[in-house]
């Protein structure tokens, strides 16, 4: 028998290459020239800079599953970036894009589970409402969220917008979010704070309902802490 072959690693930039359908080219890190802007630099080159990391690997994913809506989220965060330039603070627009680029996503839920969230009634939201997490549909977007669940701890959170009833393929949902990603309305922050090891199904640790009783991480809504004697 002959020498075993050593297996040959490639650079996360050609390994996102080697995907098909890809809308975007992945380079190396040193693609970006200096003082450049990385948003600036990926909606004039259509290139991505690319480190060898669990960051921007999820990240070239998240190129490949959603690329209308990465498309026109980097078209937003360019135009900011034109209008605006760049400065020590981001903006509301800037800073909501990227909120949502890494640590977004979709959320399609039946309406007593929206109210409990929005209203922060964890022990409604996961306790009390649990049966109808069966029909939910939680789908991540950002880059970010995906490297903190590599290793999960209790605190992490994605920030939800809500999806339409029901989400019928990525495909669609892809379409529809690149749609709603309107200037105006996105530097609102439209997001929705959820505890992701929260939702049934996605922790073990979760199926005691004293999970939940961590204020840490379950905080109340902020109305209810201002009633707080």
């Given at each position: 028998?002959?020498?075993?072959v050593?297996?040959?690693e490639?650079?996360v ?6 995907l ?10 040193d693609?970006?020239?200096e003082?450049?802007?990385y948003e ?14 669990l ?28 209008a ?5 603070v981001?903006?509301?627009l ?10 977004g ?9 929206w109210?409990a ?7 409604r939201?996961f ?18 969220l995906?490297e ?30 690149a ?7 996105w ?21 005691d ?10 905080r109340p ?6 009633r707080?004697?």
């Amino acid at each position: 028998m002959g020498e075993p072959v050593a297996r040959q690693e490639l650079p996360v930039h050609r390994a996102l290459q080697c995907l098909p359908a890809m809308p975007v080219q992945f380079a190396p890190q040193d693609d970006l020239p200096e003082g450049a802007a990385y948003e600036q630099h990926i909606f004039d080159t259509r290139r991505v800079p690319t480190r060898d990391n669990l960051h921007d690997f999820f990240n070239g994913l998240v190129w490949l599953q959603f690329p209308q809506a990465k498309r026109r989220l980097n078209e937003l965060q360019a135009g900011a970036i034109a209008a605006h330039g760049i400065g020590a603070v981001r903006g509301p627009l800037r800073d909501a894009l990227t909120v949502f680029d890494e640590n977004g996503a979709l959320l399609d839920a039946p309406a007593p589970l929206w109210d409990a969230l929005n209203a922060r009634q964890w022990q409604r939201l996961f306790v009390d409402l649990r049966p109808l997490w069966r029909e939910a549909r939680l789908v991540l977007f950002g880059h970010a969220l995906l490297e903190k669940l590599v290793t999960p701890r209790k605190p992490i959170v994605a920030h939800v917008y809500r999806a339409p009833a029901p989400m019928a393929s990525l495909a669609q949902a892809d379409a529809w979010l690149a749609q709603q990603m309107q200037p105006e309305y996105w530097a609102t922050k439209p997001f929705t704070p959820l505890p992701v090891l929260g939702v049934p199904g996605w922790w073990a640790a979760n199926e005691d309902p004293c999970f939940y009783a961590d204020p840490q991480v379950f905080r109340p809504s902020r109305a209810m802490s201002d009633r707080t004697p």
